[in-house]
């Protein structure tokens, strides 16, 4: 019998405690995971505020303590990740808390990964490329609790963390299915103190990744659904946070949202990240915001390849006009959400293309994209961009 259905390995997400009042339960989900001294990891602009000191007091009250280490740039490096590690070792803890955006849950995850490897083992070692992983100590992994405080990267349902190497200002994804947190508790009551640029700049990131999923070539229609669902929540959704950030019912689904496109990116992403992820490690922007400006010029890109799917997501996305309408309705989207209308207005400066381009072209996200990019259109879609 002859077919065309490719084998592929498909692996879904973990325990998720949704809701808002969830936090409440953050003591009892470390228990039952086995973590008896927790070292909390933030960015430094969440330690101070009151979301953090509460989940400290519940820790503090159940007799789990209230370390926290927030030493953590925007875009995390290993100099991070060793300070982390040096505050982990030296407090005797046994379990990470990523509790934050992004960039604290891949932090957290880098402690939990590499606290007990042995000492030979760099982290760059562990990058997401074929069977890298394997080289990892399993056992030495510590448990990872995630309580996400943005609605974007996905990060607390996902197997892999996000780190810049701080010498080439190049971002690596680092790869174990042991980074799958154990436990993750979204509370949307977390997400409403969000200063409103990050409010747009992860939820358009949620975007991006439903998006780039939606579009992949690859198949894995369990991912090409929850993507389709996802885009219709962050365009139903995201204006109404951005407008009233007391909305937990939107600030709910976008917290759906944000989790269901880290499930379906595992179906690949594409032009919009490969892009995003080089002017991220160079110039320090957003990387949700970063997504939200190239965005419109990748779907130009791929047009021709994702033409019918992208009118088959319109059509369910109540979108009138086709491609066309698609398209109108991510610029509608960005304009209400106050998102920079090109790379030039971040910063990006034109003579620094080549080497960007380059670096474009050496992300992993560049092999999902439904158009193959080489040198050339790549540097074309760049300039498009300016």
């Not at 692996?11 to 001294?37: D, M, N, Q, W």
């Not at 957290?108 to 997401?128: F, N, R, T, Y």
Request: aromatic fraction near 6%; proline fraction near 6%.
């Amino acid at each position: 019998m002859s077919h065309s259905v490719p084998n592929r390995n498909w692996s879904y997400p973990t325990a998720i405690k949704f809701g808002v009042g969830r936090i409440a339960e953050l003591a009892e989900h470390c228990k039952a995971a086995g973590v008896t001294k927790p070292l909390l990891v933030t960015d430094k602009a969440l330690a101070s505020l009151p979301i953090t000191a509460a989940a400290l007091d519940a820790l503090d009250a159940a007799g789990l303590g209230r370390a926290v280490f927030s030493e953590v740039d925007p875009n995390p490096n290993e100099i991070n990740m060793a300070d982390g590690i040096k505050a982990y070792l030296a407090g005797g803890h046994d379990g990470v808390i990523c509790f934050g955006g992004g960039s604290a849950l891949d932090l957290g995850k880098m402690i939990a990964l590499m606290a007990h490897q042995k000492p030979a083992l760099s982290v760059w070692e562990l990058e997401d490329i074929d069977d890298w992983y394997t080289r990892a100590d399993s056992a030495a992994i510590a448990p990872i609790i995630a309580v996400p405080t943005t609605a974007g990267t996905g990060s607390e349902v996902g197997r892999a963390g996000v780190l810049t190497n701080s010498a080439t200002h190049k971002k690596k994804i680092i790869f174990h299915p042991k980074l799958l947190p154990v436990v993750t508790i979204c509370d949307p009551a977390l997400t409403v103190g969000m200063p409103k640029f990050i409010t747009a700049g992860t939820g358009m990131d949620a975007l991006a990744h439903c998006l780039e999923a939606y579009c992949s070539p690859f198949y894995h229609p369990m991912s090409q659904g929850i993507a389709l669902e996802g885009m219709r929540l962050v365009f139903e959704n995201l204006p109404l946070v951005y407008a009233d950030p007391n909305n937990l019912d939107a600030r709910a689904h976008m917290m759906s949202a944000a989790a269901m496109g880290a499930v379906a990116f595992q179906k690949g992403l594409g032009a919009i990240h490969s892009l995003s992820h080089p002017v991220g490690a160079v110039y320090g922007t957003h990387h949700g915001t970063t997504n939200a400006v190239v965005m419109p010029m990748v779907l130009d890109f791929n047009r021709h390849a994702i033409e019918d799917r992208i009118e088959a997501a319109a059509r369910y996305l109540a979108i009138r006009g086709g491609f066309d309408g698609f398209r109108e309705a991510v610029m509608d989207l960005r304009a209400a959400l106050g998102i920079p209308e090109n790379l030039t207005a971040m910063g990006v400066d034109a003579a620094r293309l080549d080497e960007l381009t380059e670096m474009a072209l050496e992300d992993p996200s560049c092999g999902g994209n439904p158009v193959v990019m080489t040198r050339e259109n790549t540097r074309a879609l760049f300039e498009s961009c300016m």
